[in-house]
């Protein structure tokens, strides 16, 4: 009983925070309605939510095992929620911007302890595999119903509305009810390698894991798969706005397939990978995830501006485009998952650092690269050349299999 409170916990806190992570595409398109801002201007809320993850988790991801899973959590619920009360008082791009900020500091907090405890909670690599795909597959359906929830508080009718900005209110209310949960929770205290060790030491022991070549391979496979994810998911919504014609309202909704489709994915890849090995199967999806983007893409040229009153009026591009998600949603969990179970337990939050710093990269660089290219060529041309990180990942998967094989030889032979 014990550990499903506390799966019950971590599993809130996720799926509160993928609402207001992946709200970024939402509100990066109303911030263009409301504030009158250019897409790359917007696209500078990726970098603010991005780069505040990265800096906070490279500075302080081997601290929190010392302060404490559960409190690290707490602080960072209590302190997004505090950020969600104030910005709809201010009414300005900026004040979003520092919510952003203040989100992906919170969420540095939480993903380190967050994958952590799933290494707690799991006894051997299929365990561990299991639950991470289960937990992000509840942050997808976070991601999911918070198209819905910002899209209920959009008026459509005058786009420059800030009405979308109260959203936030009943948020910042869910959140607190999130670190309720937590407070209660049995989560264990954090194994420490060494009590005499000083915080600096555990952070120089977090960047020597970066000198080993399946690491660095590691990070390389999951920057660029984020870069992927976040520059689809947070311009997907200004891409059927503009470019398939659809109103703001819908254009949102119709992006929550993209997340429902990823959590579809990562949800049954934890069966599926009961039988089958986990290199041809990311190879498959990945060569699954090219087709749906060369097949789909074509069918958005030349659309005619006819009226769109609900998304079963969208056009077929509207609802195949995001199936690309079925077929992204298992790497990231899986490729986390040989990465992590490679490792001592004590390492787990170091590693996570590492985690969560290339992933806020990859997603700022997905994002602003993919608002740039929306801007300089097209929506359709910026999401055709996400062809090119797709052929990336597959080269860095050989290599990726490669050393993880060598280093569970090592492990097996007592070398490490």
Same mark, same amino acid.
Request: with cysteine; charged share 10%; glycine share 6%.
């Given at each position: 009983?014990?550990?499903?409170?506390?799966?019950?916990?971590?599993?809130?806190?996720?799926?509160?925070?993928?609402?207001?992570?992946?709200?970024?595409?939402?509100?990066?398109?109303?911030?263009?309605?409301?504030?009158?801002?250019?897409?790359?201007?917007?696209?500078?809320?990726?970098?603010?939510?991005?780069?505040?993850?990265?800096?906070?988790?490279?500075?302080?991801?081997?601290?929190?095992?010392?302060?404490?899973?559960?409190?690290?959590?707490?602080?960072?619920?209590?302190?997004?929620?505090?950020?969600?009360?104030?910005?709809?008082?201010?009414?300005?791009?900026?004040?979003?911007?520092?919510?952003?900020?203040?989100?992906?500091?919170?969420?540095?907090?939480?993903?380190?302890?967050?994958?952590?405890?799933?290494?707690?909670?799991?006894?051997?690599?299929?365990?561990?595999?299991?639950?991470?795909?289960?937990?992000?597959?509840?942050?997808?359906?976070?991601?999911?119903?918070?198209?819905?929830?910002?899209?209920?508080?959009?008026?459509?009718?005058?786009?420059?509305?800030?009405?979308?900005?109260?959203?936030?209110?009943?948020?910042?209310?869910?959140?607190? *009810? $999130? /670190?309720?949960?937590?407070?209660? %929770?049995?989560?264990?205290?954090? #194994?420490?390698?060494?009590?005499?060790? !000083? &915080?600096?030491?555990?952070?120089?022991?977090?960047?020597?894991?970066?000198?080993?070549?399946?690491?660095?391979?590691?990070?390389?496979?999951?920057?660029?798969?984020?870069?992927?994810?976040?520059?689809?998911?947070?311009?997907?919504?200004?891409?059927?706005?503009?470019?398939?014609?659809?109103?703001?309202?819908?254009?949102?909704?119709?992006?929550?397939?993209?997340?429902?489709?990823?959590?579809?994915?990562?949800?049954?890849?934890?069966?599926?990978?009961?039988?089958?090995n986990w290199y041809p199967f990311l190879n498959i999806c990945l060569a699954l995830m090219a087709l749906a983007i060369i097949v789909t893409l074509p069918l958005a040229t030349d659309l005619t501006n006819v009226p769109i009153d609900?998304?079963?009026?969208?056009? *077929? $591009? /509207?609802?195949?485009?995001?199936? %690309?998600?079925?077929?992204?949603? #298992?790497?990231?969990?899986?490729?986390? !998952? &040989?990465?992590?179970?490679?490792?001592?337990?004590?390492?787990?939050?170091?590693?996570?650092?590492?985690?969560?710093?290339?992933?806020?990269?990859?997603?700022?660089?997905?994002?602003?690269?993919?608002?740039?290219?929306?801007?300089?060529?097209?929506?359709?041309?910026?999401?055709?050349?996400?062809?090119?990180?797709?052929?990336?990942?597959?080269?860095?998967?050989?290599?990726?299999?490669?050393?993880?094989?060598?280093?569970?030889?090592?492990?097996?032979?007592?070398?490490?």
């Amino acid at each position: 009983m014990s550990r499903l409170f506390i799966i019950a916990a971590i599993a809130a806190t996720y799926f509160i925070f993928a609402i207001l992570l992946n709200s970024v595409g939402t509100v990066i398109l109303q911030s263009i309605n409301s504030f009158d801002v250019s897409k790359t201007e917007a696209s500078t809320l990726e970098a603010f939510k991005d780069l505040s993850i990265a800096f906070v988790s490279f500075a302080v991801a081997s601290f929190i095992p010392r302060l404490g899973y559960r409190f690290a959590m707490l602080l960072a619920l209590v302190g997004v929620s505090l950020a969600c009360f104030v910005t709809p008082i201010f009414e300005s791009f900026l004040a979003v911007k520092l919510l952003f900020a203040a989100i992906g500091v919170s969420f540095a907090f939480v993903k380190v302890s967050v994958y952590s405890i799933v290494g707690q909670l799991s006894t051997d690599t299929d365990s561990h595999s299991s639950l991470l795909n289960t937990i992000e597959g509840i942050f997808m359906l976070g991601v999911l119903s918070g198209y819905w929830i910002f899209a209920w508080f959009i008026d459509n009718e005058n786009p420059a509305s800030l009405s979308w900005l109260q959203v936030y209110y009943p948020l910042a209310g869910v959140i607190l *009810l $999130a /670190a309720l949960v937590v407070f209660f %929770a049995p989560i264990a205290a954090p #194994p420490v390698k060494d009590e005499q060790t !000083s &915080v600096w030491r555990d952070f120089v022991d977090m960047l020597k894991l970066t000198y080993k070549p399946l690491v660095l391979v590691f990070v390389i496979s999951i920057f660029l798969y984020v870069l992927i994810e976040q520059g689809i998911g947070t311009w997907l919504p200004t891409f059927n706005n503009q470019i398939l014609h659809l109103p703001s309202h819908i254009a949102v909704q119709m992006t929550s397939i993209f997340a429902a489709m990823i959590a579809i994915g990562r949800l049954s890849a934890g069966q599926i990978l009961r039988f089958i090995n986990w290199y041809p199967f990311l190879n498959i999806c990945l060569a699954l995830m090219a087709l749906a983007i060369i097949v789909t893409l074509p069918l958005a040229t030349d659309l005619t501006n006819v009226p769109i009153d609900s998304i079963f009026d969208a056009p *077929l $591009a /509207a609802f195949l485009l995001p199936l %690309a998600g079925l077929m992204m949603a #298992p790497l990231y969990p899986v490729i986390n !998952s &040989v990465m992590l179970s490679s490792l001592p337990v004590y390492q787990h939050s170091q590693m996570t650092g590492l985690i969560v710093v290339f992933s806020a990269l990859g997603g700022t660089t997905g994002s602003v690269v993919t608002g740039a290219l929306f801007d300089a060529l097209g929506g359709q041309t910026a999401f055709y050349l996400s062809l090119v990180p797709i052929g990336l990942i597959m080269l860095s998967l050989v290599f990726f299999r490669r050393l993880s094989n060598a280093q569970k030889r090592e492990v097996e032979l007592g070398a490490v």
